[in-house]
């Protein structure tokens, strides 16, 4: 049997952040970054919350990648706060860093239902609806996703307009994100005909808007529908799981700080090669391994061209690595310039341990060993 669920009630479009002031909540955490907190963004927040008389304080010590000190900050403010809600405000740093600070405060003190109500900054991770939270244990250098249907939000707000103030960058690679998002959980061996739906029309939305989000922050109408994407991409990955590229990713940003959407868009292109065992080098062959027909129907979807199945898979590495260069993402660590070769080639057999044990390489269409993963990290130096 297979089961697909929405926990998360969606409120989107405009005005959606009305929804503030009907929630049937008085008490409300708000957790934030610092940014989001000096900007005239959180007004967005607190003021629907001030006109419908509720009572509100903010916790905004959230830094990216959801470090464990700053959650054990979060629940502690949290206990002594003890909200009836959280209302989680920013990118997938925040979102996380709400989800694990509600998990782990409600352990230690379980003092009734607190919802989560998600309000994302960033077009990217799809936090909101799903039930993984990214920690960080910044000694160890490894980033665990967390697991467990209790962390998934109640409720998602969606209005772009919190993401008209992203800068190019960041658009770029929690663009990227979206777009990893929806690739693995389609190949993925989870993935079913809802996760399939939700994941081609998010990637239909970032071939035809994430571009146009990047070289226009004010083109709301991109903005908009590269946030609805991201939050597609969520569900479908909610269901589907991952691959690979996450399990790779996320030790590359716990290890070396790269941008978690920057590490997908940059392993993204080997990782189509190494499932699909299509390489520049290929010629057809009489058996495909079945991830082909699936990456196949992907480049149709971004309207790529098809003579043959070689030649589909390696239009859509192509376009990958064309996104990735009219965005202005490194193709390689080395063209990133901040970290020094001897210190990535000393970090491979370690990152290749964490990676393999991290949940979402279960779902990768293709079991790899550690030597496979090793040299995956070893093309990614440089071309
Ligand atoms: N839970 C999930 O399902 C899931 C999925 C994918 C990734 N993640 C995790 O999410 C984290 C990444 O989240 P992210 O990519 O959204 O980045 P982020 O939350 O770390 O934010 C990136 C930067 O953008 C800034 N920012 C956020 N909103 C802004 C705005 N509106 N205007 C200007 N700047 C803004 C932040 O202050 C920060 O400096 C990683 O830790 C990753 O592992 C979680
Ligand atoms: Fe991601």
């Known amino acids: 049997m297979q089961t697909f669920e929405m926990k998360t009630v969606i409120h989107f479009g405009s005005n959606s952040l009305d929804r503030l002031k009907t929630i049937p ?12 907190a000096q900007s005239e963004m959180i007004r967005l927040i607190t003021e629907p919350l001030k006109s419908a008389g509720k009572e ?3 916790f905004s010590d959230v830094v990216p990648d ?7 900050a ?20 925040a979102m996380d860093s709400s989800k694990a600070i509600r998990e782990f405060a409600l352990k230690i003190n379980p003092y009734g239902h607190v919802a989560l109500i998600a309000i994302p900054t960033t077009s990217g ?21 967390l697991v467990s249907d209790s962390l998934t939000a109640e409720e998602a707000i969606l209005d772009a307009e919190l993401v008209r103030s992203v800068p190019p960058s960041v658009t770029a690679d929690t663009g990227m994100d979206v777009f990893t998002h929806a690739l693995e959980s389609y190949v993925s061996t989870a993935h079913n005909e ?39 991409a969520g569900l479908s990955f909610n269901t589907a799981g991952l691959g690979i590229t996450h399990s790779m990713a996320h030790q590359l940003g716990a290890v070396f700080h790269i941008p978690h959407g920057r590490a997908n868009a940059m392993l993204l292109p080997h990782i189509v090669e190494y499932n699909s065992g299509i ?43 064309f996104m990735q260069k009219e965005m202005n993402i490194p193709l390689t660590i080395q063209e990133l310039g901040t970290v020094t070769p001897d210190a990535y080639f000393a970090a491979i057999d370690r990152m290749a341990d964490a990676a393999l044990a991290d949940t ?11 030597e496979d993963i090793m040299n995956i990290y070893k093309k990614l130096w440089s071309f």
């Open 66 to 72: 959801a470090p464990l000190d700053k959650i054990a």
């Open 360 to 370: 979402c390489t279960v779902n990768n269409p293709r079991v790899p060993t550690k």
């Open 125 to 145: 991770t799809g936090s909101e609806v799903t039930s993984f939270a990214v920690i960080n244990d910044t000694n160890a250098h490894i980033k665990y996703p």
């Open 74 to 93: 979060g629940v502690r403010k949290f206990l002594e706060y003890m909200p009836e809600a959280v209302v989680a405000v920013g990118g997938g740093s």
């Open 279 to 321: 390489n520049k080098h290929s010629r057809s062959q009489t058996e495909y391994h079945p991830s082909v027909k699936r990456y196949a129907n992907i480049a149709h979807v971004l309207g790529l061209s098809n003579y043959n199945k070689v030649m589909t898979v390696r239009s859509l590495v192509n376009w990958i690595q």
């Open 56 to 58: 509100y304080d903010i």
């Open 25 to 36: 909540y008085q008490r409300i955490l708000i957790i934030t970054d610092p940014f989001v």
């Open 194 to 232: 809802f996760s399939a739906a939700l994941a081609e029309k998010a990637i239909e939305i970032c071939g035809v808007f994430l571009l146009r989000a990047y070289l226009d922050g004010n083109d709301m109408h991109a903005r908009q529908k590269m946030h609805v994407a991201s939050c597609l």
